[in-house]
């Protein structure tokens, strides 16, 4: 909003980029926005002008991690380095508070945080903890918040908002993340710094970062068990398998995944996934849904596939991470939380951040991160005490998401505004009628939720930068 309004500039959509989002979901992967003529100031550089106006910027990059040794004792040195992280994180001569989703990661920041207060080593904070329910019973993480605010005391604010206070915090959100956004989550995340804006709170401690960091998602055990297979680590990777199967059901690749290098036997599990659908489930094989065939030009089809990364079995865990951290994921998180805690005068802050975090867990050995089935490891026993016994022994992975009806709800809302396409954009990347395509189809599958959350953020993106008269 800035850029825009110094003037001086008059930019169009970055078509590869959008398209790739339309797509995939991919955003702030590289050093291109979404408007054309705008770039990304790489992470963790200065943007240096020297010779006056109209001088050529250089980029000079002022850290990158350092390759330290295995620590002798990886569980005592990360409890230290944590608290002191969270110590640092919560200076301030304003009130500072916390988000809580009821995971591991934020629910050990108001641990230590407490632990701190208690011994007047954090002044500032308030011990106000702030965190969204869905709808839905089964991705609520309220009894986890709970049980953490009883056993820290900490007061425990819950944001549940109908949908006419999403319907409210749409377009505000999108005005205020500048670009298209993940999912409809990104909305719930903006109400949740809203409230901590209206309770005077304006510092705000949070647990992005520590799955990227400490290998928290479990799709990450699908890599390993390819990292494994790749290496020809064949005992390792059933091992994985069946003791993931035991955990959690089903597999942690998919047969597609193994066999995907050869062409014939991608033609066999096609064929399967269409003739024999309950082998095929059995085996997590699964056809490829045409859905954005249906609803995407095929000048969209083709700007994505010139832009978008071909995923690659990594070399090593610790790679893949890195990867995750500082392209793929990690970015665009926090592009998503400065936008919606600044859009709210509210500073939000990131321990599992620290510098000196990241280059202590990247020295670590992979069984301290994914140690069998479990993930996180190194940090379940370095502060695994302090936590409620139901969130330090949890097996399964919520994370951070809205009520699925969101989406929905809100493309059935606008779906008169936005179903046609208007304006000199629009035609390039939306087939006509593809809102209500999807909202008139019986697939209410995530794949399908997700794709009609980009289309309806992207319309709604381009309608507020290039109105039409």
């Known amino acids: 909003k800035g850029i825009l309004r110094a003037g001086g500039l008059s930019p169009v959509p970055n078509s590869g980029v959008l398209c790739k989002y339309l797509t995939s979901g991919l955003t702030d992967d590289s050093d291109q926005s979404f408007f054309s003529g705008i770039q990304r100031v790489p992470a963790a550089s200065n943007l240096i002008v020297e010779g006056g106006w109209g001088a050529e910027p250089t980029v000079s990059r002022y ?35 916390s988000c809580l989703s009821g995971g591991i990661d934020s629910s050990t920041i108001v641990c230590v945080a407490e632990g701190l207060r208690r011994s007047g080593r954090i002044p500032a904070y308030v011990h ?7 709808n839905e019973g089964e991705f609520s993480e309220e009894r986890y918040m709970r049980d953490v605010a009883d056993k820290t005391g900490a007061a425990l604010t819950v944001i549940a908002p109908d949908q006419s206070e999403v319907e409210r915090a749409l377009q505000d959100a999108v005005r205020a993340q500048d670009e298209p956004f ?78 995907s290098r050869f062409k014939v036997a991608v033609r066999l599990l096609s064929a399967l996934a269409a003739r024999a659908p309950r082998v095929a489930s059995a085996l997590n094989v699964r056809p490829e849904s045409p859905r954005t065939v249906d609803v995407l030009t095929p000048l969209a089809h083709s700007e994505a596939d010139q832009v978008t990364r071909r995923w690659l079995v990594p070399r090593s865990l610790g790679a893949f991470l890195w990867d995750q951290m500082t392209v793929i994921n990690l970015p665009s998180l926090l592009r998503f939380e400065d936008r919606n805690s600044m859009a709210h005068s509210v500073e939000a802050r990131v321990p599992f951040l620290d510098h000196r975090l990241v280059e202590y867990a990247g020295s670590l050995p992979d069984e301290m991160l994914l140690n069998g089935v479990d993930t996180k490891y190194v940090l379940r026993e370095a502060l695994g005490d302090l936590l409620p016994h139901s969130v330090r022994f949890r097996k399964d992975k919520i994370g951070f998401r809205a009520s699925r009806s969101i989406t929905w709800d809100l493309a059935e809302v606008f779906r008169h505004e936005l179903d046609h396409n208007i304006g000199d954009w629009e035609p390039l990347w939306f087939s006509p009628g ?36």
């Open 63 to 97: 850290w990158s991690p350092a390759l330290n040794d295995p620590p002798s004792n990886a569980v005592s040195g990360f409890r230290d380095l944590f608290t002191d992280s969270v110590r640092l994180h919560a200076r301030s001569d304003a009130p500072v508070g």
């Open 128 to 134: 106000r903890v702030f965190g969204y329910v869905p």
């Open 182 to 259: 993940g999912s409809s989550s990104i909305v719930a995340q903006y109400l949740v710094f809203q409230a901590a804006e209206k309770a005077g709170v304006k510092v705000m401690l949070d647990g992005q970062g520590a799955d990227e960091l400490l290998a928290g998602y479990h799709s990450y055990f699908g890599v390993v068990a390819m990292i494994r297979l790749r290496q020809l680590r064949l005992i390792g990777f059933t091992r994985l398998c069946i003791a993931y199967r035991l955990r959690f059901g089903g597999w942690p690749v998919r047969a597609a995944d193994i066999f």
């Open 434 to 469: 593809s809102i209500s395509r999807l909202l008139d189809s019986n697939d209410r599958s995530d794949a399908a939720e997700n794709l009609l959350w980009r289309i309806l953020n992207a319309k709604l993106w381009l309608r507020i930068h290039w109105p039409t008269v």
